[in-house]
């Protein structure tokens, strides 16, 4: 069982930046495939980056957002910079028992219990 823990989430205007963390609590963290997601009330889990030996990103978030990780520490943790009101979430850590990246919500077994982004204009 992999137990998942967001930190960082809070309240920020337009343009600042925060910093997401999502500590882990599996043996195995440098084999997971890792990833943040993001909901907004009324709308389906949307994908925002994951990592494995590489990262990928939404299109929404590329160049603003990084996701990284620190095997030593069992942690993953999305640098958010340049944030937009649309930005505005709850996010999610997700881990999947395979080294391998996805942007797909269903293929990973495993979530934190989220975090609130809240981005003021």
């Known amino acids: 069982q992999v137990q998942l823990v967001e930190s960082g989430g809070g309240l920020v205007q337009a343009g600042g930046s925060l910093k997401l963390s999502c500590a882990s609590s599996?043996?195995?963290?440098?084999?997971?495939?890792m990833a943040w997601f993001r909901q907004v009330p009324g709308k389906e889990r949307e994908f925002v980056a994951a990592i494995s030996y590489s990262s990928t990103y939404a299109d929404s978030v590329k160049g603003r957002f990084t996701i990284s990780r620190d095997n030593a520490k069992n942690t993953v943790y999305l640098q958010m910079n340049s944030l937009k009101p649309e930005d505005t979430a709850a996010y999610y850590c997700a881990a999947r028992l395979l080294s391998v990246r996805s942007m797909v919500p269903r293929e990973y077994e495993y979530w934190g219990r989220g975090t609130q982004v809240t981005v003021s204009s």
């Open positions: 599996g043996r195995a963290f440098s084999r997971y495939g």
